[in-house]
């Protein structure tokens, strides 16, 4: 491939990165009530007293403390102290530990629920920050996660992750992330993003409970959650890891093709690494079936049904950037790299917002936008397309 070609992936997502970034300090900083707008509309309204959600803040904080790292821009580390500042002081229950789902506009408790993908975005935001920063609270906090979940939501039976309990760690009926999940005991999800928080505090935390915890999640993967034969992830189990779903979710097989692979790196394992190398290519092409001729990666479809969700989000997009350039720099075909620079043009043709900034939610079949969705709120945040500029940023400055 041209070295022209790359040089100017790295200069667009670039200016990208600075572009979002700036939206967000613009649009989201809650100058009354402190931390940020629980809601933006698409035509950057805010809604003040939107509530504010875990999911949201940590992203905030993971986003703008890997911005500070890549660049050194101080205006990005002073919005990452915010959202540490508002995380430690307003989601942290001081009386069982771990961080509230939900608070309100002024920052009292609102939902005091235990998800277990929320505490692991607070992880891995916290670990994001103290390598930032060396705020050794950051880290505690970090370390203080990891602990919880090991004590109240691993399996010591079946192994894994329970997805959620109450805000005193007690077992709950409601188990689900959003309205559209399965009520079941496990999810894909949360297993991914357990392990990315693992990931991220191992860096920083060479802890042998937590590279064994690494492991085991790398082998509930390897094991439960890839298919063995499509190499689709399947996406919720019961307790004993009996599939819930026939649902494909093209984003999330992108988006852990590479994740389980850095995974594997961290603690590493030789044969783990080769293995999740292997696993990270065979997810990749399994990943293409989604893509539509335009480059845009589809969100779901439901072999058991044949049905086709012929909706591009925001997000999947933003993971094929990364995933498809991953698979490239593994396997040297230059269809992988096609595929990623295709999902950047897919970006700036359709899902960018030109006008008002950031990126739209989605865009239907028609080309239509998808209406009555955010452009900041409790899921729309700015880690999935942040983070994205941010690793094709350091991945284009390495040769391939």
């Known amino acids: 491939m041209d070295q022209t070609t790359i040089a100017t992936y790295k200069a667009e997502v670039t ?3 600075e572009n979002l970034l700036n939206w967000w300090m613009t649009f989201t900083v809650d100058h009354e009530n402190g931390g940020f707008y629980g809601k933006v509309d698409p035509n950057n309204i805010v809604a003040p007293n939107a509530p504010k959600g875990l999911v949201l803040n940590a992203r905030i904080l993971y986003t703008f403390s890997s911005a500070y790292l890549l660049t050194g821009n101080d ?5 990452a102290d915010s959202a540490f500042s508002y995380l430690h002081t307003y989601f942290l229950d001081p009386e069982y530990g771990g961080f509230y789902w939900a608070v309100d506009f002024k920052g009292a408790m609102l939902d005091g629920k235990k998800q277990v993908y929320g505490q692991a975005f607070a992880i891995y935001a916290f670990a994001e920050y103290y390598k930032a920063t060396q705020n050794e609270k950051a880290l505690t906090l970090a370390k203080d996660g990891f602990w919880l979940l090991e004590k109240y939501s691993f399996d010591h039976i079946h192994l894994g992750y329970l997805e959620a309990f109450k805000k005193d760690w007690q077992a709950i009926d409601d188990l689900r992330l959003s309205d559209k999940d399965l009520n079941e005991k496990k999810s894909m999800n949360t297993h991914l993003h357990v392990i990315e928080a693992y990931t991220n505090l191992y860096a920083i935390w060479k802890n042998e409970v937590l590279a064994i915890a690494i492991k085991r999640l790398l082998a509930n993967f390897a094991t439960h959650i890839i298919h063995k034969d499509t190499h689709h992830l399947q996406l919720f189990f019961s307790e004993n890891w009996e599939v819930k779903s026939s649902l494909v979710s093209f984003g999330h097989d992108i988006e852990a093709a590479w994740l389980l692979q850095e995974a594997a790196e961290i603690i590493a394992d030789p044969e783990e690494i080769t293995k999740f190398k292997n696993l990270a290519l065979q997810i990749s092409r399994a990943s293409t079936s989604g893509l539509a001729q335009n480059g845009g990666l589809w969100y779901e479809y439901d072999p058991a049904t044949a049905h086709w969700t012929k ?29 990623s620079l295709e999902s950047w043009a897919f970006i700036k043709q359709y899902i960018r917002d030109s006008e008002k900034g950031e990126w739209h939610w989605g865009i239907n079949e028609n080309y239509s936008l998808m209406q009555g969705e955010d452009k900041a709120g409790f899921w ?18 390495v040769k391939a």
């Open 15 to 17: 200016t990208e990165l």
């Open 311 to 339: 909706e591009w989000h925001w997000w999947p997009q933003a993971e094929a950037m990364v995933g498809f350039f991953n698979a490239w720099q593994l396997s040297g075909e230059e269809q992988f790299l096609n595929h």
């Open 380 to 397: 729309k945040c700015p880690y999935h397309n942040g983070r994205a500029c941010i690793a094709l940023i350091k991945r284009t400055n």
């Open 75 to 79: 205006d990005y580390l002073r919005m």
